[in-house]
Structure formats: structure tokens, C-alpha cells
């Protein structure tokens, strides 16, 4: 009876005078496959000066739970083990309800990732005891660049990181094909070169658990034959190459790069873009572009995660956000089970706030193409620029899987209105790009593909100033 007397007052009163903050939701799972460890550690805060106690968590079977302790004690954090048994392969989110002595409804947790290999057979989650508790956001990555025929190691193969849109690291391997670098736990997308080979771009999530990336590359032969004639001696010529050149010369051409070793400090994302694009795209004046008025309408269904594709597309309109002008403007709709406005519009020259919805898009869910076209037009409508480029730029990797709306009808009808629509398709097929360019003629805009690193760089910059160029100067 008295148990039942302190449980009542806990939540008539803890209610009130206790709370509970979980942090950096959502948990991300990443890439689960055979060496996954598929569990990850879940912060709870109590935030309070009252003692809080986890109850219980909500979960089938395919969950196990453990706890670092129960009783959360006034400004302090305890740790809830979540591990996850997939059934199925594909992108999975899924909610746990937390039910704590504060709240008379429970709290929820969400978990994402994505599934590539279903285990045979269950793994007991390992207890506090048995294993220490993955606070630390930062690991040692160690990536192994090696020949796929001769199994041989390969020196100077490029690994650069891409981290939300943003290559955060380029890192060069040794003469035994290796190199290892402190970096933050996380989804990354890799992009793997070296001369006389095939470059290399995959996805992988990592954390110190899932630290060891080996890469295989194969052989280019027609770049090792261009390599071969390019190095052979020339009979006619008396002159060896050394002395075509000075010294200051050969040492710059070796050293050029065009791409950022390391991001300083200081240094804002929008800054290190806009610094990248003036070096490649320069000379987007008012004079020679008409002021643009885009509308992205993103795709953000299942499809696009965890594949690599959203992450190149995060690259495309980033580099793009680094060369807006004021004069431009910039609307945001994503779609999936639903059409959404992300980004109400803004001038171009608000590259931080452009830059931060693009990081923030996840991917989750079916295809409504067609609600998120009529969104996105609408919209293009509303801002329209008289005597401007005023463009939907849409962003997909296939087709449409809800035909609640004609895509066609609406290319043609708001082409009259003088809104164009471009298409930028994400390492689509061909069948997929049947009917996206049957689209793009309709609506008379350009159809765009990205299948790698190198093309998503400059592919939305190039699609603008083609679109915006004038035929005449003002």
C-alpha cells in the first residue's frame, strides 16, 4: 500500500516539478549487414532536481532492452540499450515507448536505418556490465585501398567522405594502401579514386564497432594504355620532360587541388561552398542571368535512402546554394506518402538557412509525385518572376508510384503560365527516364542526370545558368 501511495505521488507531482529529455533523436542504426552490431546506446536526462524512475519500454520481439540503471537522479543521464533483430531487408523506422515515474503518458524514441542482411538467428544485447557504454561520437576509421585481381595495396588512392552533402574529409593512403582517421560516428558516402583504375562510391555507415573499410579497385585498361603512351619516350624529342619545366612548376601542378583538405573552425558551410563554386563557376551576374525563381520539389521516399542517392542530390543543391544572388529565390518541397513545404521562399543570398533544410531531409516512405508537382507549381505560381526564370526543379531516382495526379496535364499547363520544369534524375535506369523525360518536353525543361560525385558537384549549377541565360543584355 504505501508503494502504490509513493507511485501516486510521483505522478501527480513528478509531473509537474521532474522532466526527461532524450537526446539526438532520432537513433540511427545505419547499414545493418553480417558485422553489425545493430544496437545502440539511448541518453536519458533528467533535467530536474527530483529523482525520475524508467518504468518500462514498450517493444515486440524483435527488440531487446537493457538499462544502465532505472533511477535517473536529479541532473544526471542514464543510458537504455536498444538492440533490433530486423525481419525484413529495406529501410525501417520504428517507435519505443518509454513510460518514466514524471509523465502520466509515455515518451517516445525513434529508430531508423536500413536493413541489408537479415541475421539467421537472435544475439543476446549486451548488459552495461559486459560492455562499456558507447558515449564518444568519435573513432578511428582505418580504410585499406587495395587491387581486387592482384590483392596487391594501392598508394595515393583518393578516399574522400562525404558527410550530409559536405566532403568533410580526403584522405590519401600510404604505400601499404592504408590510412586511418579520427572522424564522428555517422552515414558517410565514399568516393574512392586513384590513377589507372575505376573510381569507386559507395555508402557505409561507421562507428568505432564498424571501423575497418576495405576497398577493392579494378584495373582501367584504356586509362593504363593512356598512361603507358603519355609516359613513353618521345625519339624526336631531345629534351627530357624534367626540362620542359621549372622546378616551382611541376611541384604546383602535383600539389593542385580542388577540393578542401581540411574545413576550418571558423570557417560556416555556406562560406567553404560559395568559396568552391566562385573557383568553378564564376560570372553568374545579374547582367548576363535573369533573376531565378526555383522551386526544388525533392523526393524523399524510401527509395532514395541509404543508397547513396540522397546523398548525391544533398551535394547538387548545396554546391547550387553557394552561388545564389538576392535576386534569386528559393522554395523547398519534398514529397513521400505526402507533399510537404520545407522551405517557404527566400531570397538566394540566405545560403546558412538554404544549406541547413537541405542537410536536415531524410527519407522515409511511397511516391506521391503527383501532389508533390501540383505543390510545387502552385507555389512557383504564387512567387512568379515577370520577365525571370521561373523553374520547378524536380528530384527523383524513378518514377511515379501514385497516380493521383496527371504529371503530364500539369507540365502542360503551367508551361502556358511560363513555368518550366527541369528534372534531375538520381541514378535512374533507363526505363525509369521513359517517363521523366516525356515530362520534362512537356513542360519544356531540361532532363539532368547524376550518377556519380563528379556530376552531382556542378549538374544543378549548370542546369541554372543554362535555364536563366539571357538572350540579351539589359
Known amino acids: 500500500m504505501k508503494n502504490l501511495i ?73 543510458y537504455m540499450r536498444v ?52 558515449t564518444s561520437l568519435n573513432f578511428e576509421l582505418e580504410v585499406t585501398v587495395i587491387d581486387k585481381e592482384t590483392r596487391e595495396p594501392i598508394h595515393k588512392a583518393q578516399v574522400i567522405l562525404i558527410k ?23 552515414l558517410y558516402y565514399f568516393v574512392v579514386s586513384v590513377e589507372t583504375y575505376f573510381p569507386t562510391e559507395f555508402v557505409k555507415y561507421v562507428n568505432r564497432n564498424n571501423n575497418v573499410v576495405l576497398v577493392e579497385l579494378e584495373k582501367d585498361p584504356d586509362l593504363e594504355l593512356l598512361v603507358i603512351e603519355t609516359n613513353k619516350p618521345d625519339e624526336e624529342i631531345e629534351d627530357s620532360p ?49 533573376p531565378s525563381n526555383i522551386v526544388f520539389l525533392v523526393d524523399v521516399s524510401s527509395s532514395m535512402a541509404y543508397t547513396g542517392k540522397l546523398d548525391l542530390l544533398k551535394v547538387a543543391m548545396i554546391n547550387l546554394a553557394g552561388m545564389l544572388r538576392d535576386v534569386d529565390q528559393i522554395t523547398m518541397v519534398s514529397y513521400a506518402d505526402n507533399a510537404n513545404i520545407i522551405l517557404e521562399t527566400l531570397p538566394g543570398n540566405n545560403p546558412d538557412t538554404i544549406i541547413s533544410i537541405i542537410q536536415g531531409l531524410k527519407a522515409n516512405g511511397h511516391t506521391a509525385g503527383g501532389k508533390g508537382m501540383k505543390k510545387a507549381y502552385q507555389k512557383a505560381e504564387e512567387v512568379f518572376i515577370p520577365q525571370g526564370n521561373n523553374q520547378v526543379i524536380m528530384a527523383t531516382d524513378g518514377g511515379f508510384t501514385q497516380n493521383d495526379i496527371n504529371p503530364y496535364k500539369l507540365a502542360k499547363k503551367y508551361k502556358k503560365k511560363g513555368i518550366t520544369i527541369s528534372i534531375v534524375g538520381v541514378k535512374t535506369n533507363s526505363i525509369q527516364e521513359l517517363s521523366l523525360e516525356k515530362v520534362v518536353e512537356l ?23 543554362a535555364s536563366s541565360k539571357r538572350s540579351w543584355s539589359p
Do not use: W
Request: net charge negative; aromatic share 10%.
Open 443 to 465: 513542360g519544356e525543361g531540361n532532363y539532368v542526370r547524376i550518377k556519380n560525385y563528379e556530376e552531382a558537384q556542378g549538374a544543378l549549377i549548370d542546369e541554372i545558368k
Open 242 to 290: 624534367e626540362d620542359l619545366f621549372e622546378p616551382d612548376e611541376i611541384e604546383s601542378a602535383e600539389t593542385l587541388e580542388i577540393i578542401i583538405d581540411e574545413v576550418e573552425v571558423q570557417d560556416t558551410i555556406s562560406e567553404i561552398m560559395v568559396e568552391i563554386v566562385e573557383d568553378h563557376y564564376p560570372n553568374f551576374s545579374v547582367n548576363e542571368f535573369k
Open 164 to 186: 550530409n552533402g559536405i566532403p568533410v574529409e580526403k584522405l590519401i593512403t600510404n604505400s601499404k594502401g592504408f590510412v586511418e582517421k579520427e572522424v564522428e560516428l555517422g
Open 6 to 78: 509513493n507511485t501516486f505521488i510521483l505522478f501527480a507531482f513528478g509531473a509537474v516539478n521532474a522532466q526527461t529529455v532524450f537526446l539526438d533523436q532520432p537513433y540511427e542504426l545505419g547499414l545493418l549487414d553480417k558485422s553489425s552490431q545493430r544496437y545502440v546506446d539511448v541518453p536519458i536526462k533528467n533535467t530536474s532536481d527530483k529523482k525520475v524512475f524508467i518504468f518500462r519500454a514498450e517493444a515486440d520481439k524483435r527488440f531487446q532492452i537493457r538499462y544502465s540503471s532505472k533511477e535517473i537522479l536529479p541532473d544526471s543521464t542514464v
Open 83 to 134: 538492440q533490433f533483430t530486423p525481419e525484413v531487408k529495406g529501410p525501417f523506422s520504428e517507435k519505443i515507448a518509454v513510460h518514466f515515474s514524471c509523465y502520466t503518458a509515455p515518451k517516445t524514441i525513434k529508430l531508423t536505418g536500413f536493413t541489408m542482411v537479415v541475421p539467421t538467428s537472435a544475439i543476446a544485447c549486451p548488459s552495461f556490465s559486459d560492455q562499456d557504454i558507447n
